[in-house]
């Protein structure tokens, strides 16, 4: 064992007195003590991300292996977005009656056999039932974990350690596309799901080691009837954007699945103001910066959140190239949004929450209008370098919008915001996949690869308007530029 360093005359002259020693020197800093717990979120969020950006590449192929035509399978994406917003209200009672390491642990478990039943799929609806197997275990992922990390992490690390955390969900969007076009022209498109299988059993062993342990030694009572409703009335409003798709267009159905929906949604709002632990508390949407989040994330989120799904049709079926080139396209758009991830901290200290989304989505906005340019003879690297420009702005405008909700909130709220964000974050996404899907199909004239590039650009015309009508939200936001 070494001397102590007082019996070194030069190191006990250099040594600072107990007055003059600095607290982060005795102290480590908060994302240092739980190191291995923002691994294990990043791994569950490289899980979540890695699945949703392969099944994308590899649409077009599981189409013609399930016998259905490459827009008709926005039954698989939306399933399993819309079980995990229909579920996610669930977590924050689960991890105060189970405890956090119990529920994520399961949410791994259950998360890795859906992907094993997805790889074992041969028809579209044992697909999509797998799928929402998978949407119940990925339920109590992300929110859980963002949970843990605001009630582990200091708030002045949080934007740093979420950051982290975010980029390392951003790598599996850069393998995913890649990995999928791979497997699909060299393999098969069943491996995309079964690649989950030994991610998932690393996530167990982590889970066991580094997840703290958070929950309540007497549960509220879960708001069992808010539930129902909140989930029959996402159900109804989602089947009602599908009855959408079919030719000719049921429009009494989808009126008849409108309506109970909005009735449902109205008798949430009427419940929840009578119950004390409502499953959610429509409560904080007193707070401005909350009610802004959620709002403008829904609106953001229905502009952008099919363009992963409709750049790899335009790519593979309207330009004819092969899905390894396709997911190689996805990949600038992924390390995009990495770089931006490593000076959000450094652009919301200097313009504040307002100015960079007021001006992000409309930066947004124009960079989605601007892929109606593309063509056939467009050139690769013209691609690449719009993709990566849309992943830089894009990756800004993820991170505000995820930790603005929790900008003014008490930590005692932190556990209902971090569900309610993340439902209306896949609620919105859903819906922005189907919306993304539908305007391709009423667009779409016929199968030709040309019917498909025009398409393609009128889709991505009108989702930049929707994208960009959300900044009229975010400019409630109060004047704001920290210090």
Known sequence: MPPPAAADPHAAAAAPTPATVSPALIEPSTRE??????????????????????????VPAMAVALNVTPLGMRTALT???????????????????????RVFGAAIVVFGLGSLLCGLAQTLPQLVAARVLQGIGGASLMPVGRYVLVRSIDKREFVRAMST????????????????????QFTSWRLIFLINVPVAIAGIWM?????????????????????LLFAAASALLLTASELAGDSP?????????????????????????RTEFPVADLGLLKVRSVWVALVGGLSTRLGISGMF???????????????????????????????????????????????????????VALLLAAFALLGPTT?????ATLTFCYGCFAGLQYTAMNTLIYHDLDIRHASMAS??????????????????????????????????????????????????????VFGRLPHDRPA
């Not at 016929?446 to 009108?462: E, I, N, P």
């Open 33 to 58: 003590r739980f190191r291995g717990l923002l691994w294990l979120v990043a791994a569950a969020f490289f899980m979540q991300a890695l699945d949703s950006t392969v099944v994308n590449t590899a």
């Open 79 to 101: 399933s399993y977005v819309l079980t995990l917003a229909i579920l996610i209200p669930a977590s924050p009672w689960l991890c105060d009656r189970l405890g956090t390491r």
């Open 165 to 184: 955390v975010a980029t390392f969900g951003l790598l599996g969007s850069v393998l995913g596309p890649l990995l999928g076009g791979a497997l699909v």
């Open 207 to 227: 889970n066991r080691r580094d997840m703290p342990e958070y929950r309540l030694a007497r549960a509220n009572r879960f708001d069992l009837s808010g539930f």
């Open 249 to 273: 267009v049921p429009w009494l159905r989808i009126g008849q699945c409108s309506a109970i929906a909005l009735v449902l949604g109205v008798i949430y709002v009427w419940h929840s103001r």
């Open 309 to 363: 799904l409709l750049l790899v049709l335009f790519l593979q079926v309207g330009c004819g190239w092969s899905p390894l080139m396709a997911g190689l396209m996805m990949v600038p758009q992924a390390l995009g949004s990495i770089s931006a991830k490593w000076v959000i901290n450094r652009v919301l200290v200097h313009f504040g929450y307002r100015r960079l989304l007021l001006g992000n989505t409309v930066i």
């Open 379 to 383: 050139p690769v690297w013209a691609i």
């Open 419 to 472: 569900s309610m964000a993340s439902t209306v974050q896949y609620l919105a996404m859903s819906f922005g996949i189907a919306l993304a899907t539908l305007l391709m199909q009423a667009l779409l004239q016929g199968h030709a690869s040309a019917d498909y590039v025009m398409a393609f650009r009128w889709t991505v015309l009108l989702l930049a308007l929707v994208t960009g009508a959300a900044s009229r």
